[in-house]
């Protein structure tokens, strides 16, 4: 995996984790295909590189 490619997935992932945090902030409930999403980009974030 380059470089480039772990970032992106690292900020992807960041991302997504403030939207969640700033709903949560807000009042709003966590919404269960965004728990889902995040579990899914942070099993992605796990993979071992190539």
Request: net charge negative; proline share 4%.
């Given at each position: 995996?380059?470089?480039?490619?772990?970032t992106?997935?690292?900020?992807?992932?960041w991302?997504?984790?403030?939207?969640m945090?700033?709903?949560?902030?807000?009042?709003?409930?966590?919404?269960?295909?965004?728990?889902?999403?995040?579990?899914l980009?942070?099993?992605?974030?796990?993979?071992?590189?190539?």
């Amino acid at each position: 995996m380059s470089e480039n490619e772990k970032t992106a997935r690292e900020d992807l992932k960041w991302l997504v984790g403030q939207n969640m945090e700033t709903r949560d902030r807000w009042g709003y409930d966590l919404h269960p295909e965004d728990a889902a999403e995040l579990a899914l980009w942070e099993g992605i974030a796990a993979w071992p590189e190539r």
